[in-house]
């Protein structure tokens, strides 16, 4: 069963506007992390965000802020003030602590495109 | 300090070959993570080292994968033979301990298999 699921393959934001891409995730484990990466064409992956299931508020890392609803078991990304930079492809990501060891678990992708 | 690195940043060989990857954490960091993207598909996990030793290695896909971590360093990635599904890019990660920390991508390594 797909365990990290992000529904949209690709977006378009018009600069400066902010642009939601959503992630739901399954697991039994009480204690999880989840993780938002950032894959531009230059091909490296890049540490955006990162929310423990314990944390009692949404973390939040400058324009990058993780809108966590645990009960309905989404970690959708936000980003605000789109920059044409932020054109990539974007990875929700989990990692489960006591299930499955060290290694993420990553979503299929969701290619943003940011519009001038 | 530096980054995690890869070599080379892309390989091109036939079916058949034998390629190594190599992969040089963080310095300090014990977890050294092997990912894989094949083309459009999802990144998926090859195996995980706590130093030298393997903790996990239920994502290397068969027997023609070979992963060894000389002395808790750098890691290396072998596949022999090359097949042409072995296609894509091979990412190394790494990180310190404790449960939850993000773990650092290196740049990847393309290979590309004719």
């Known amino acids: 069963a797909q365990k990290i699921t992000q529904t949209q393959p690709g977006m378009f934001v018009q600069e400066k506007e902010a642009v939601t891409l959503d992630c739901t995730y399954d697991t039994s484990d009480p204690s999880y992390g989840l993780f938002w990466y950032k894959q531009p064409s230059s091909g490296e992956m890049i540490f955006l965000i990162y929310?423990?299931?314990?944390?009692?508020q949404n973390a939040t890392e400058g324009r990058y802020s993780l809108n966590f609803q645990k009960a309905r078991k989404s970690a959708n990304l936000v980003i605000s003030a789109s920059q044409l930079g932020d054109s990539a492809m974007y990875f929700c990501a989990m990692r489960e602590v006591y299930n499955q060891g060290g290694k993420l678990i990553f979503g299929q992708g969701t290619e943003l495109s940011v519009k001038p | 300090e530096a980054g995690v690195t890869q070599f080379p940043s892309h390989s091109v060989i036939e079916k058949g070959q034998t390629v190594t990857l190599r992969c040089d954490p963080i310095?300090?960091?014990?977890?050294l993570y092997w990912y894989r993207r094949v083309m459009g598909k999802e990144i998926k996990f090859l195996l995980h080292f706590v130093k030298e030793s393997k903790q996990d290695e239920s994502g290397m896909p068969n027997n023609r994968f070979l992963a060894e971590r000389t002395g808790g360093t750098y890691s290396t990635l072998k596949v022999q033979p090359a097949e042409l599904e072995d296609s894509g890019v091979y990412f190394c990660?790494?990180?310190?301990?404790?449960?939850?920390?993000?773990?650092?991508f290196g740049p990847g390594t393309r290979l590309t298999v004719t």
């Open positions: 310095s300090g960091h014990d977890n």
């Open positions: 929310q423990g299931s314990y944390d009692q």
């Open positions: 990660a790494s990180s310190p301990t404790g449960h939850l920390y993000e773990q650092y």
